[in-house]
Structure formats: structure tokens, C-alpha cells
């Protein structure tokens, strides 16, 4: 069975902190893939990052990077100098490798940015 | 051009009503989804068409019939639903069904059933 733990259901933080969205997950695959998604309050999710389970190196793209550890089950998500425009319900995401294609998600993390 | 376009945004409809949702992308994507998301819930997967085919169906009750007329569009027929289906409804598509491509979505509709 696969599953996705966000422990955090909401974070508050006032503008330019860095803050630090946590996602675990558990799995018996050894071929899989992790998403982060953000939801803003429109309701589209809106793709951020992709990982496969053989590609542990950490990312970073702009103020978002992303740290992916296979010995805790981790794949953390931080935002450096955070803006209004960051708030959103942020998903941590698990799909096995083969044809079905299926999202096990985290139940999200409310990130409110204030000003 | 990356998006996935859902029609109608907001719907309002009475439990002996049949509606449709409609979802449309010009990606090439061979993968489309319909998910279903409660408030403060993540999203639920319930159907999933590969190449225009129907993949997998989540158990879902028969008053949602999707449909998938051609490789670009994606609809969701609706009938005697119940106050409890009100929800967001999110279309999604990929280039394949598979994890290695990431999935994008649509706004969603905002259903209400009355």
C-alpha cells in the first residue's frame, strides 16, 4: 500500500521567511515517481516538480527546491524569502512506475504568506 | 500551450437534472482524468481514459458516466445526483499513463447539487 503523510496542515509565515513544507512517504516499490503540486485558491493545481526513485539529487528552481532522501522516505519542499503569492494548499504526491496511473496524495499543506 | 480547459467553471444543479461537465486539451496528451475533490480534501481519482480508452474506474457510482469522445475532449455526464457529490471537479491530462510524465489540470467546476 502507498501512502503520503504531510504532517503539517497549516503554516503561517510573514513575507521574505523561508519555510519548509515536509512530505513522507511509504512504499514497497522500488520504481516510483513524487510530485508537488499547488492548489491556489482558484483551485487548479499547478504542476511544480517530478522525481523519480533513482534520481536523489536535489533540485532547485528559483526560490522553490525541493530535497529528496530515500533513507527517511522524505522528499521536503522549501521556499526560500516567501511572497503573498506563495499562499496556497501545496500537495505532496506518490504514483508507482507501470501503466496505471495513479496519484496517492498527501492531505495538504495550507501555506498562508502574510504580509 | 499547456492547458487543460473545463467548462463550466460553476454549476448549480437539482437532483433530477443531467448535466455535463466538459474537458478540453491540445497538448497531444494520451492520458486524461477525472478527479473529484471535497472541500479541504486532496483530490480523488475516478476514472482514468488511456488512449481514448476507459483505464480504470475508482468504483464509482453509475450517476457518473464518463465519456471520451476523442483524443482532446473529456466529458463527465451527470444524473440524479446527490447532495453529497457537491464538490470540485478536476479534469487532468498527460502525455502518457504513466508516473514518468506529470499530470496538469484544469480550474475545475465547483458543483453544487441542490
Known amino acids: 500500500a502507498q501512502k503520503v503523510t504531510q504532517a503539517q496542515t497549516e503554516i503561517s509565515v510573514v513575507e521574505k521567511e523561508d519555510v519548509t513544507l515536509d512530505c513522507v512517504y511509504e512504499t514497497r516499490d522500488t520504481t516510483y515517481y513524487l510530485f508537488w503540486y499547488k492548489q491556489p485558491p482558484s483551485g487548479e493545481l499547478v504542476f511544480l516538480i517530478r522525481r523519480n526513485s533513482f534520481d536523489e539529487q536535489n533540485e532547485i528552481s528559483g526560490r522553490y527546491s525541493w530535497n529528496f532522501q530515500k533513507s527517511t522516505s522524505s522528499f521536503n519542499f522549501t521556499i526560500t524569502a516567501s511572497q503573498v503569492v506563495d499562499s496556497a494548499v501545496y500537495f505532496c504526491a506518490l504514483q508507482r512506475g507501470g501503466s496505471n496511473y495513479k496519484l496517492t496524495f498527501g492531505k495538504g499543506t495550507l501555506l498562508t504568506v502574510n504580509p | 500551450d499547456t492547458e487543460v480547459t473545463q467548462t463550466p467553471k460553476h454549476l448549480v444543479m437539482g437532483m433530477t437534472n443531467k448535466k455535463s461537465l466538459k474537458c478540453e486539451q491540445h497538448m497531444g496528451h494520451r492520458a486524461m482524468y477525472w478527479y473529484k475533490q471535497k472541500a479541504k480534501k486532496p483530490p480523488e481519482l475516478m476514472f482514468v481514459?488511456?488512449?481514448?480508452?476507459?483505464?480504470i474506474n475508482e468504483s464509482v457510482p453509475s450517476r457518473f458516466s464518463p465519456e471520451c469522445p476523442n483524443s482532446s475532449l473529456l466529458n463527465l455526464h451527470l444524473h440524479a445526483l446527490q447532495p453529497e457529490d457537491s464538490a470540485l471537479y478536476l479534469c487532468?491530462?498527460?502525455?502518457?499513463?504513466?508516473?514518468?510524465?506529470?499530470?496538469?489540470f484544469g480550474q475545475g467546476t465547483r458543483l453544487t447539487v441542490v
Open positions: 487532468a491530462s498527460s502525455q502518457v499513463p504513466e508516473g514518468r510524465e506529470e499530470a496538469f
Open positions: 481514459y488511456s488512449y481514448e480508452k476507459l483505464s
